[in-house]
Structures are given as structure tokens and as C-alpha cells.
């Protein structure tokens, strides 16, 4: 997730853009850069070095020349382009006296980009952003505004952005916009400014706007005026702000987790971005294994660790469904000590958030060892993981700083059910109707997990309910399973209490020995396939003495009869339900650990990432 921060008016640019870029640090980052505009004229740094890359920034900016008055600034987290410092932002035109930075996904870029070549543009980056400033050219040199050169750009995008642009030729103006993209302004006397976050501009500006989806800003010293897509003026929606930094990062929240918890629907939807052609093939830019080494493949081995595991174990369900290969899904820390097999064909994922993961690192160099190809999955551009293995495909979740893992787990399985659907077509497993409907619905989980987000307060209110209970069981079927497996671990790590998830059939062959009164069933019963076979289930522990949480669906008249506590969510298709079935599930272990006062983003004894065996 990329940051951004913008300001006109200023006597003190350069400062506040610099201040502005190290605040938002915590959003990640693998490059920086600032442009500062004044009359005719454009100066621009960036750098490209890693973690270090605002303050090589800094260092880079004792070169800069007084006196300019407006500026745009970026932290990059790439996604098209490696993290060189050709693709830092800011991107100038072809004139170089308009300067844009973005945080998003411009989706169509390389239609967009083809055009702009044929008609004599001159692109000097390998990014999806680098067409907004060839468009806003073509648009200036039509003779429009700078507000209105953006908007007929923004007319010819799909994807996300939030978006700011300058033009030395229409000085101390900065026109922002946005589109998934998170963007506020901010003002103070003389001086206006733009970011993606509040901390950025905390300290310097005393009001705060919202801008919200399809508007358009144009910020001048004196304030500034907001129109919609089609040019009609908007009003943008007062923050109210009395946050101290450290909430601030936060995003207004108590703690990271809440508000990873929360973008959940956007990592998902920026996950998706980009995936499809027009002519409905699934595609990973960032793969570089061919279409005829996936039409291949004749068995996945799935490596990875916790919630990463999870996803692999859903994985598992989903390729094997779709795609008909076998897949088989290993602990990465066990993979490499079990001698294993890699025949002709053989396909290695290895997923990690971090990417820095020791136990999946080493698993895929036994693998790469033994002479399979190995694909990553992970969110965390030129990681380790990444760099080691053949292909990679990344999660666009931005970065996730809470100890327990949340909107990553989304990500990573929206990821897999695509590269699943990618592999269907190559091998021509499921009708190109299906894929497209499958691919709908993916799109559509966003919102679903939206939904859950609003029921916060109910799950809040079986927890409550439920804090003096010390044993968990999580039980689901298919891919209610894994969902089960990650619930039980969030409650682990967060609240320290014991919980075990377990596959429902599985329990009456030992572990229905423990149930008695007292003991918590947490059961997933979502899938309208299973219904039947996980209500005798919950009947067999309700006849025990357990006390029942069901994760439900809204049309389940049933559930109420055996289940002491029905936590809501809308029906999605199977395959899509652990990504919506286990935001409940966060939100119970969360509001466990809150209210037995355990340290929400930090548990004990665990790391964020795992680097020794
Ligand atoms: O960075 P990775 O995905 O490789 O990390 C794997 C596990 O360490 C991680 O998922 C861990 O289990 C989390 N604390 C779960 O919330």
C-alpha cells in the first residue's frame, strides 16, 4: 500500500513532505520520492532502497532548490514494476512539467499504454501509473484545466487510485482524486494538503475532509473546491480528529488488528485487481511460469506455515475441485525432513506473508533442490520468498503489522482460488461460464465481508457471554475445515486460551472424549452440502453438555434450534466461504483477548515473523 501526501501554500514544502513520508512508514514501503513544482518549473528525487528509501530521500533533497511553495510526495509498495528507482514515483509526462503519484492499480494500463505509444507518448517506467500522467498531458494540451484533465483522465481508467497530480504550468494547484484508494485533505490557514492516511498531516493541518469514491479535489493555498466523475461540485464530509500519532497510525483504531481486521474487504478487492482480460483468461502479471508449464503440472505441494496454511489447506480444495490435479499441502517445517518426493511435474506453492518465513524458505529450496518449480504467494514484494522461487504471485494487502494474521489470510486464498481458476482454463477442467461466474463471485466476497465487519457488536456480545469458558473446539467440514483450524488458531494466539480445530467428522474417532459441560463447540455450518451432517454434529456435543456457536448463514431457520449462539453471515458460494466465515470468527477471538486484557498486536511469545527454525 503505497502512501501519499501532497501540499500548496506551504513555506516549508520540502520539511513537510519528508516529515509526511517517514509518518507513513508503517503503511510499508520499498522506494520514495517527492516533485516539487513552481512556475515552469519541476524538480524531482526519488530513491529506491528498501526500508532506508525516505531517508535516502532526505539526503537526496539537500540538492533541492528553494522557493518552491507546492509538492506531491510517495512511498511505493510495488506491484507492477519492480522496486527500482525508474518506477518510484513521482511519474512526469513527456513535457516533464507534470508530476503525478498514485497508490492503487490502474487495471487497463496496457491498452492505455499501447495508445499512448502509438500516438507519440515516451514512457520512462514499468508502472500501471505512468499512463495517468501521459493522459493528463494529452488533456492539458487540449487546452483543459489541470481539475478537468484529470477528470477525462479518470473517464478512461478502471482500477483503483487515489491519485495526485501538478502541473508546472498551472502552479501551486494540486488536483487529487480517488477510487478504493484511501485520501483525505487537510487545512490550515494559507495552506492546504492531501494524504493517504491522517497521521501524514497530523501536526500541520487543523481540519480534515474525507474524500470519498469517484471525486476529484483541486487544492489551492487558499483551500479547495471538489466536483464528482461527471464534473458536478461535492461537498467533501469534516473529520473529527483528536488523535495523537500513535492512533493515528491506527487508523482511529485501539489497535492494528482492528484496523487490518477492516481492510479486509479492500485487500481482497485489490487482490482481484487486474486478474482478468477482456477475453476472460485469468492472468498474474507478475507469474513468470508459462501457460504450458501450468497445463502441465501434475500434482501441487502446498508448503507453508500457520494462517499461511490455512490458506493452503482451502487451496487444496479449490484446485483439486476446479482444476482436477492432486494437491497435498504440507507443514512447511516438516517438508524438508521427510525426504520428499518431487516427480516430473510436480508444482511447489509456497505461501508466506512475510515472505521471510525461515520454515517455508527452507522447504522450497528442498524443493528447488530436488527439481520442482516453485511459485510463491506472499505479500511482501522481493522478499525472500519471492526471490527464490521461479514465479510469484503477490498479495496486494498491504502490510499487515498486528502479530495475528487477518486480512492476508483473505488475500491469500482470494490469490489461490484464482491461480485455481487459471489452471482450470489452461487445462480445460471447467466451462469458460463457470470460470467467469466463479470469478464474479470472488469479486463479490468483498462486499459480503463487509457486511460481517457491521455485525461487530453481536459477536462482541456472545464473547462477552463466554469469557469464563477455558476449552475450544472449532469444528467444520470441507473447506469449513481450514476455516475451523484458523479460528482456533486466532483464539490461541490472541486470548491464550486452549482451542483445537478439528475436522467435525473426525471428532467422534477420539477428541468427543473431552466434550462435557463447559467446553465451547464453535462450529462452521455454512455449507448447505454439509448442513445435514454437521447439525448431528452439534447434536452429538449439545447431548454432551457443550455450549454451541454456530457461524451461520442469514437463511438458516435451523441453526437456532441447536445452537446456544448463532454468529450471522450472508450465504456465498462454498468455495468463496472461508474468506467470509472466518471474519466472525476474528472478531470472537479478538473481543475474547480484549476482554481478558491480553496485548492485542503483540501476544507473548510470538514473533510477526518466524526467521529461526
Ligand atoms: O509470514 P508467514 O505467512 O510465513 O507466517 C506464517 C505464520 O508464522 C503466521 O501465519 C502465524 O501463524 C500468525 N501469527 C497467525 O496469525
Known amino acids: 500500500m503505497c502512501g501519499i501526501i ?78 527500482e528507482t525508474m518506477n518510484a514515483h513521482p511519474h512526469l509526462d513527456c513535457s516533464g512539467n507534470i508530476a503525478i503519484i498514485h497508490n492503487g492499480i490502474i487495471e487497463n494500463h496496457a491498452d492505455l499504454q ?48 487515489a491519485v495526485a497530480a501538478m502541473d508546472a504550468t498551472e502552479p501551486d494547484v494540486i488536483v487529487a482524486a480517488r477510487r478504493i484508494s484511501p485520501l483525505i485533505v487537510g487545512t490550515a490557514p494559507g495552506v492546504t494538503y492531501l494524504a493517504s492516511d491522517i497521521p501524514a498531516i497530523l501536526d500541520r493541518a487543523t481540519a480534515f475532509y474525507a474524500v470519498s469514491d469517484d471525486e476529484i479535489v483541486r487544492l489551492a493555498p487558499e483551500g479547495f473546491r471538489a466536483i464528482d466523475l461527471e464534473g458536478v461540485p461535492v461537498h467533501l464530509h469534516p473529520l ?29 478487492r485489490t487482490t482481484l485487481l487486474d486478474r482478468r482480460r477482456r477475453d476472460g483468461t ?32 482451502v487451496a487444496k480444495y479449490a484446485i483439486e475441485r476446479w482444476a482436477r490435479v492432486s494437491v497435498e499441502v504440507d507443514i512447511a517445517s516438516e517438508y524438508r525432513y521427510r525426504d520428499p518426493i518431487v516427480e516430473i511435474g510436480t508444482l511447489v506453492i509456497g505461501i508466506s506473508q512475510s515472505g521471510e518465513t525461515i520454515d517455508t524458505i527452507q522447504a522450497i529450496r528442498e524443493a528447488k533442490r530436488r527439481g ?56 480445460d477442467t471447467v466451462p469458460a461460464s463457470d470460470v467467469d461466474a466463479h470469478f464474479l463471485g470472488l469479486n463479490a466476497v468483498a462486499e459480503q465481508v463487509a457486511t460481517v465487519l457491521t455485525r461487530r457488536s453481536s459477536v462482541e456480545d456472545v464473547a462477552k457471554q463466554l469469557l469464563g469458558a477455558r476449552d475450544f473446539f472449532f469444528l467444520g467440514r470441507h473447506v469449513g475445515f481450514p476455516t475451523a483450524l484458523e479460528g482456533a488458531l486466532k483464539l490461541k494466539e490472541l486470548s491464550y486460551l486452549h482451542a483445537e480445530g478439528y475436522p467435525a467428522g473426525e471428532l467422534k474417532h477420539g477428541p468427543l472424549a473431552l466434550i462435557e459441560p463447559g467446553v465451547v463447540v464453535v462450529a462452521v455450518v455454512t455449507d448447505p452440502a454439509m448442513h445435514e451432517k454437521m447439525l448431528s454434529n452439534l447434536a452429538e456435543v449439545k447431548a454432551r453438555g457443550a455450549t454451541v456457536v454456530a457461524v451461520a448463514t442469514d437463511d438458516d431457520e435451523s441453526i437456532a434450534a441447536i445452537a446456544d449462539y448463532v454468529l450471522r453471515v450472508p450465504a456465498t458460494e462454498p468455495m468463496f466461504s472461508p474468506m467470509v466465515d472466518v471474519v466472525p470468527l476474528q472478531l470472537f477471538a479478538y473481543a475474547m483477548a480484549r476482554g481478558l486484557g491480553r496485548n492485542i498486536d503483540r501476544p507473548r511469545n510470538l514473533a510477526k515473523t518466524v526467521t529461526v527454525e
Open 6 to 83: 501532497g501540499v500548496v501554500g506551504s513555506s516549508d514544502t520540502l520539511e513537510t513532505l519528508l516529515e509526511g513520508l517517514a509518518r507513513l512508514e508503517y503503511r510499508g514501503y520499498d522506494s520514495a520520492g517527492v516533485a516539487l513544482v513552481r512556475p515552469g518549473e519541476t524538480w524531482r528525487a526519488r530513491t529506491a532502497e528498501g526500508t532506508e528509501s525516505v531517508k535516502a530521500l532526505r539526503e537526496e533533497c539537500d540538492l533541492a532548490p528553494l522557493g518552491f511553495s507546492s509538492g506531491i510526495g510517495h512511498t511505493r509498495w510495488a506491484t507492477h514494476g519492480g522496486p
Open 114 to 161: 499501447e495508445q499512448l505509444e502509438a500516438r507519440g507518448h515516451v514512457f520512462s517506467s514499468v508502472t500501471d501509473s505512468e499512463v495517468l500522467a501521459h493522459l493528463i498531458e494529452e488533456s492539458r494540451a487540449n487546452g483543459f484545466e489541470l481539475i478537468e484533465a484529470v477528470r477525462r483522465s479518470l473517464l478512461v481508467v478502471r482500477g483503483a487510485f
Open 240 to 268: 473529527a480528529v483528536d488523535w495523537d500519532l500513535e492512533t493515528a497510525e491506527k487508523g482511529g483504531h485501539d489497535d492494528f488488528m482492528t484496523k487490518e481486521i477492516n481492510e479486509q474487504p479492500d485487500a481482497i
Open 282 to 313: 485469468i492472468t498474474f502479471d507478475e507469474l513468470r511460469v508459462s501457460d504450458e508449464e501450468l497445463r502441465d503440472v501434475r500434482r501441487v505441494v502446498i508448503v507453508a506455515a500457520g494462517t499461511s496454511h490455512h490458506a493452503g489447506l
Open 372 to 427: 520442482a518449480r516453485v511459485i510463491a504467494v506472499t505479500n511482501i514484494v522481493d522478499s525472500s520468498l519471492a526471490r527464490e522461487s521461479d514465479a510469484v504471485i503477490y498479495t496486494r494487502a498491504g502490510l499487515e503489522v498486528s502479530v495475528a494474521s487477518t486480512k492476508v489470510f483473505l488475500a491469500q486464498v482470494a490469490a489461490l482460488e484464482l491461480l485455481a481458476l487459471r489452471l482450470a482454463q489452461l487445462r
